[in-house]
T-cell receptor, first 114, second 111 residues
C-alpha cells in the first residue's frame, strides 16, 4: 500500500506569491494534519482535518488555509508568502480524528521563499 | 500555551554506548508519542505511552512515561549506526486538542 504522498517535493517562490501544497493520505485514513518544520526544530501543528471538517488549528496567521476533499486528500494554501515561510511542510494522516492515533507522515514539500 | 522541551539537543556517542533523551511538558499530558526522523526523511512513529508510569520496550529501545504524566524518556541500549537520526516526542494535551512536538534530540553514532 502507498504511504502518504505529497506534491510537489520542492518549490521555490518569491515573497508575496501564494502556494498550494497537496497531500494524499494512506488509503482508509480519514484524518489529515499539516505541520511546518523549520530546520533544527520539531514539526509545528498548522491544521487538522477529519471528514472534511477542520478539527484543529495551530498558531498560524490567516494567510494559511486548508481544506479536505471527499476522497480525504487535502490542500494547504499559503497566501502573501514571507521569507519566514521557508520550511518543510509535512502532511500526516491517521485513521480517525482522535488525537491519540499514530500519525503517518509524508516526505514533505520543501518550500523556499526568495 | 503548552510547551514540550527535549534535552539534550545533540548527542554524539560511540557505537555500543547507551543513549537517553528526555522530554518534559509544561502541562499534564494525556499521552505521549515518540517519532524518529532520519536525515532527509520524515518522522516515523515509534510508540505511544498512555498510562502514568508506563514502560514499553522495543528491542534495544525503552520508553518511559513519568508518574505525573509530564515527562518521558527514550533509552537506547548499545547504540548502532542505524540508530542515527532525530528523536522527537509529541505530547497530547486533551484540553488543547492537539499534540505538541519537542524540538528533538539528534543522535550521531561513531562507528
Amino acid at each position: 500500500d502507498a504511504g502518504v504522498t505529497q506534491s510537489p517535493t520542492h518549490l521555490i517562490k518569491t515573497r508575496g506569491q501564494h502556494v498550494t501544497l497537496r497531500c494524499s493520505p494512506i488509503s482508509g485514513h480519514k484524518s489529515v494534519s499539516w505541520y511546518q518544520q523549520v530546520l533544527g526544530q520539531g514539526p509545528q501543528f498548522i491544521f487538522q482535518y477529519y471528514e472534511k471538517e477542520e478539527r484543529g488549528r495551530g498558531n498560524f496567521p490567516d494567510r494559511f488555509s486548508a481544506r479536505q476533499f471527499p476522497n480525504y486528500s487535502s490542500e494547504l494554501n499559503v497566501n502573501a508568502l514571507l521569507l519566514g515561510d521557508s520550511a518543510l511542510y509535512l502532511c500526516a494522516s491517521s485513521f480517525s480524528g482522535v488525537s491519540n492515533q499514530p500519525q503517518h507522515f509524508g516526505d514533505g514539500t520543501r518550500l523556499s521563499i526568495l | 500555551g503548552q510547551q514540550v522541551m527535549q534535552i539534550p539537543q545533540y548527542q554524539h556517542v560511540q557505537e555500543g554506548e547507551d543513549f537517553t533523551t528526555y522530554c518534559n511538558s509544561s502541562t499534564t499530558l494525556s499521552n505521549i508519542q515518540w517519532y524518529k526522523q532520519r536525515p532527509g526523511g520524515h518522522p516515523v512513529f515509534l510508540i505511544q505511552l498512555v498510562k502514568s508510569g508506563e514502560v514499553k520496550k522495543q528491542k534495544r529501545l525503552t520508553f518511559q512515561f513519568g508518574e505525573a504524566k509530564k515527562n518521558s524518556s527514550l533509552h537506547i541500549t548499545a547504540t548502532q549506526t542505524t540508530d542515527v537520526g532525530t528523536y522527537f516526542c509529541a505530547g497530547l494535551n486533551t484540553n488543547a486538542g492537539k499534540s505538541t512536538f519537542g524540538d528533538g534530540t539528534t543522535l550521531t553514532v561513531k562507528p
